[in-house]
């Protein structure tokens, strides 16, 4: 896996997990909204058709009930008036309830209770016409007759009375689910939080040790080659870019440690066919021959040089390019982390506002709870007459106080899933920093391969200026070419020597067939003359990174 892979995958699963858990929420949520809605819906009218019924039809019946009280006293247009009232109440609350009826949505309960009420208060209706009769037309029954209505009366507010606890226990108990509904809901979104927290946390953690663990071996690698030590083995794992990078160092160190040692060998072979030139060299213009033939070869090799070590300064600026580039897919992950973070703040806007809606909840379960006190107050006022109506507020209230509870541990519940939250955002800034830090060592790993490809262009530099002294020895020893003729037996020698070691230099191209150079040509027996031997140069070289064009085999 790749690098930077491997540094987008933390990021693709907190985003993966954030998408779906703002996918749970807002189903969890639309179910819960439509749970409230048909409470409000059914229940709130439900209630409000035994409220209302009740209300208007005792007031009709009181109305009516004191003017055939006061039959002898009252005009009898009075009297026909109160009965066209009562008949219209009735009759509208009649038709109603049978509206009412017809609705899907009640409880089994619910239709029991209304298909009795109904023909109660048809029989109400008959019997009150009765006693109407009776008492336009001053009979004696009258009384007796208005008692049955009466009576009537009285079970069409106890039905309404039953009707209305039924309503009460059943908003309780949808109450009592969508409180049980919301708890799931909170634990469902707290797991999936916690589980993608957790997870994009180890991703991002498994995958920084894996680069800086890579990186750290390149590094060190890198700085024994520089102290001269060739003899370290560079341990290969993995398909990323630091893999490729240590695959490089390897195969670095290992042509520096086989060419170095040719090197050497070469070197020393042409010291000795040095010494066996200088020898027999009796004049001036032997040796000056033999110089100007070794030059004109040393300034071709030294041009092959400069040109190599020119392609490796290239090679450094784009490696330079390459990390400077890695530095930039960090820079963009730190991005996403900070992307994540500000939608955790959003989440964590969204739970404050409900918070702030179930309070206003509350407010409004208690103010209900006050008109249904004021209420309980005046039907007590009003004494026998409004012991009925005093029922009913007791229930209203006793309902505003079970309203008020649910919004309260509603609230306590939101509180929590705030708290939550606030969590899950704690751990997206904490993500923030990892991938900052991860920024700073890829940005320094940037750094430090600019330092290498400036200190390859040093290096060009003086290879240039080196070629330009040889070239200037090269015609100073053109001038002495005539003395050429006394040297030939020793010039030959160095000849084969430094085609040898030129070949042996050259050999560094194809790093797989160094090993199968030719041995240096043996020079021509001489007397044996005292030579010092040169000093054994070390070798520093600085870590150059795989370039995708693959790896370079020239020098």
Known sequence: MKV????????????????????????????????????????GASIELVITAYRELNKAHVAAYRTFTLAGHVPEPELRASVVDHARVVDAYIRKTT????????????RALVDTVIPQMEHYRTQFQAATADALALRETAKSSLGRADASFGKVLATFTTLGELQGKLSA????????????MVISLGAVAVAAAVISLGLALLMARQVVRRLRAASDAAREVARGDLTATIEVRGRDEAAELLQAQSRMQQDLRRVVGEVLTGARAVAGASAQIAQGNQDLSQRTEMQASTLEETAS??????????????????????????????????????????????????????????GVIDGIAFQTNILALNAAVEAARAGEQGRGFAVVAAEVRNLAQR???????IKGLIGESVDK???????????????????????RVSDLV??????????????????????????????NASLVEEASAATEAMKAQS???????????????????????????????????PRQPVVAAAPVPQLPAGPWREF
């Open 173 to 184: 108990e949808a109450s009592a689910q969508g409180a049980a509904n919301f708890r799931g």
């Open 403 to 409: 309203s008020a509870a649910a919004a309260r541990e």
């Open 301 to 358: 090799s030294m041009e092959e040089l400069t040109s190599t070590v020119q392609q490796n300064a290239d090679n450094a600026r784009q490696a330079s390019a390459l990390a400077t580039e890695a530095s930039g897919v960090a820079r963009k992950g730190g991005d996403m982390v900070a992307d994540v973070v500000n939608t955790m703040n959003g989440i964590s806007d969204s739970s404050r506002r409900i918070s702030e809606i179930i």
């Open 99 to 110: 509206e009412f009826r017809n609705r899907s949505s009640l409880h089994p309960d619910e």
């Open 450 to 479: 600019a330092e290498i490809a400036a200190a390859s262009q040093e290096q060009s530099s003086g290879i240039v200026q080196v070629n330009t002294a040889v070239s200037r020895m090269e015609e100073v020893v053109q001038q």
């Open 4 to 43: 930077w892979h491997k540094m987008l995958l933390a990021p693709s699963v907190a985003i993966v997990f954030l998408l779906a858990l703002g996918a749970l929420a807002v189903g969890l949520m639309a179910r819960q909204g439509m749970a409230i809605a048909s409470l409000t819906r059914d229940r």
């Open 421 to 443: 939250v606030e969590a899950g955002n704690r751990l997206a800034h904490a993500t923030g920093a990892t991938m900052q830090d991860m920024v700073r060592s890829v940005t």
């Open 499 to 533: 085609e040898a070691l030129l070949e042996l230099v050259s050999r560094f191209r194809l790093p797989e067939e160094a090993a199968q150079a030719r041995p240096a040509a043996p020079a021509a027996e001489v007397p044996a003359i005292r030579v010092r031997e």
